[in-house]
């Protein structure tokens, strides 16, 4: 994970460092990265995420959790 960047944690993370989900924003891109493969960095822009949220606030990937 590039320490340079504003990284920021979700707040539904594990505790201790473990199993975390880190956000950052990069020249207009969003990037994901997780802490157990921090060298994986995924890309999308902002209104991909914000789409992706209004899904899951929606319920449209439950099935994939229950």
Partial sequence: ??????????????????????VAKSQGEILLCESDDPA?????SPEKLAAFIAGVKAGEFDHFVN
């Fill in 1 to 22: 994970m590039n320490s340079e960047l504003n990284w920021q944690k979700s707040s539904f993370s594990g505790g201790g460092g473990e199993q975390c989900l880190y």
């Fill in 40 to 44: 994986s960095i995924i890309s999308t």
